[in-house]
């Protein structure tokens, strides 16, 4: 067992991690995130390919650094989200902003003057159109528009966002609405977008490259680019496929390049993933702080200290993550990915809020389903794998007035950089105030 690792990194990394910042603590490799940025960009294409960084997935500002430092621009979903990138030392011009909300009052000064700099601000509605149309038109600033395709896929019916189930983007059947409008107040809608479900079927991303080709054909003459968006398949578990990023290019550049020879237009690509770049560079350090049993007709369970308000992936989709158990003096007890796991009995891992859905290990319908891994003892750790996406942006973490955990970078020559430090209960009361006498 000792030869185990620990997903992309060396055991005695996560102890010395672990006893350095505390437990529970996000541990992200910088190597693998380097790799998975090299591949979007290496992604065969036509005529030029523009990446974004979905930073959503994980807006820490190093890591917004990290990436945008490998020559990636940011793909932002809110106002925040586009300050958060200009304070990493993002250039306006960089940013793609896809919101469902049109900023008002202060907010709205400030967006208009991110869309001078050369911000690109993508239209999801009807109602986005109109609103930002004015401005537009005087200012020649940048525009896209986001396309709700009718066809979706996700990696859970509530990762869809491409279908009538979703309100993301303006249908197609609005879009010769939307489009007349835009040519009637003197737009130039240089990007058309779409993004149709996060973690879906691969073979549906690629039929949405036809989709997209024939509306941007339709619809949008001047359009120089068409960004589809992100979403690419990831693999957590070790039984699971991956979406083929490379060969998904291979397709989408064929079908460009038959586009190009049929209309005469050259059409840049644009990608904006989260997950490839984020989910398998990230590992959540637990630790081990009881060990109960719910009786003969029950489950064995491993309470740890960093569980839905840290992950809240299993609670929210069902999804499943790879565990992998560490002593405390840093030997790999069991990991998901070694077959002779399948030996252990099965173990539920919970978390330490007051819920029942808790739990690392949930179906989708949040019934808890025991998986095979060794018996640690409290004090050892529990480290779960794939948390580098949507898991430190998007978890509960003041549940139970838990501290949100620190995150903590291994480079590439091997220190550990803290790029998050633990919230203090100071940080989480103070908007805070007493009731009046
Ligand atoms: C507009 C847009 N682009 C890109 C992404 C990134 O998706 P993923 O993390 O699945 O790559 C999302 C995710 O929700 C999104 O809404």
Redesign the pocket.
């Known amino acids: 067992m000792g030869t185990l690792m620990v997903g992309s990194l060396g055991p005695a990394v996560v102890v010395q991690a672990a006893r350095q910042y505390g437990t529970p603590l996000y541990l992200y490799d910088e190597r693998t995130i380097v790799e998975r940025c090299r591949n979007v960009l290496a992604m065969p294409n036509a005529f030029g390919l523009h990446a974004g960084y ?1 930073m ?2 994980n807006a820490n500002r190093a890591i917004v650094q990290l990436v945008a430092r490998e020559g990636i621009g940011i ?1 932002a ?1 809110s106002l925040n989200e586009v300050r958060r990138a200009r304070m990493a030392g993002i250039a306006s011009r960089r940013i793609v902003l ?1 919101t469902q909300e049109v900023p008002e009052g202060a907010d709205r000064s400030e967006l208009e003057t991110l869309m001078s700099e050369g911000l690109l601000y993508n239209a999801c509605s009807l109602r986005q159109l109109h609103l930002v149309a004015e401005f537009a038109a005087r200012t020649r600033a940048r525009l896209s528009m ?1 396309v709700n395709p009718g066809v979706g896929s996700g990696e859970t019916v509530t990762r869809n ?1 491409g279908d009538n189930y979703s309100s ?1 983007g303006i249908h197609m059947t609005q879009l010769a609405e939307a489009t007349s409008q835009a040519r009637k107040r003197g737009l130039t809608i240089e990007q058309v ?1 779409v ?1 149709i ?3 879906g079927d691969p073979a549906v991303w690629q039929s949405n490259v036809d989709r997209m080709l024939a509306i941007t054909e339709q619809y949008f003459p001047s359009a120089r680019t068409l960004n589809l ?4 398949k990831e693999a957590r578990m070790p039984e699971e496929i991956a979406a083929d990023v490379q060969a998904l290019g291979h397709y989408a550049e064929r079908r460009f390049r038959q586009f190009a020879e049929r209309t005469g237009r050259r059409l840049v690509m644009a990608v ?5 770049v984020m989910a398998n560079s990230g590992y959540l350090v637990t630790s081990v702080i009881d060990k109960k049993w719910s009786g003969p007709e029950g489950f064995e369970f491993l309470v740890v200290n960093g569980g839905m308000e840290c992950n809240t992936r299993p609670a929210l989709y069902g999804s499943r993550h790879p565990f992998y158990v560490v002593s405390a003096n840093g030997s790999v007890l069991s990991s998901d990915f070694d077959p002779a796991v399948k030996q252990q009995p099965g173990r539920v891992v919970a978390g330490r809020c007051c819920e029942s859905g808790d739990s690392q290990t949930l179906d989708a319908e949040g019934h808890v389903v025991p998986r095979p891994m060794a018996d640690p003892s409290v004090g050892d750790y529990v480290v779960i794998g794939g948390v580098g ?2 898991c430190a942006s998007m978890s509960v973490f003041n549940y139970n007035s838990h501290r949100q955990a620190p995150e903590v970078l291994l480079r590439e020559d091997g220190s550990l950089q803290l790029i998050r430090r633990r919230q203090t209960l100071e940080q989480i009361t103070a908007n805070e105030f007493a009731l009046d006498e």
């Open positions: 979905a959503k997935a793909d979903s896809t986001r966002t993301f977008h993004h479900g996060s973690g968006g992100g979403g690419f904006e993933p989260g997950t490839y996406a949507y």
